[in-house]
């Protein structure tokens, strides 16, 4: 179908590097620390992370290849996600 999924966190390059590994990802995932790319999207879940810190809202989107938006998924909750049989569903709807 030509979806390419791409991750963005917070945690740092390392963090990221070791989930990937654990969990078998084999897509971009992106590290972004200093969440500049998360603000971007208006993602920035400010203080939701441990100790306070911020994190990243979960979110999945489906872009065109222009880079615009044309459907996503929004939830304040961590372990809220939407399923992948959703983001295929959505992506045939297109």
Known sequence: M??????????????SRDLC???????TFL????????RRYDLLHKGAGIDGHDIARPAEFLLDSSGTIRWMNLTDDIR????????????KAL
């Open 2 to 15: 030509g979806i390419k999924p791409v991750a963005i966190s917070v945690d740092p390059p390392s963090d």
């Open 31 to 38: 590290s972004d620390p200093n969440a500049e790319v998360i």
């Open 80 to 91: 809220v996600r939407a399923r992948p049989e959703q983001m295929l569903q959505a992506a």
């Open 21 to 27: 590994r654990k969990a078998g990802y084999s897509y």
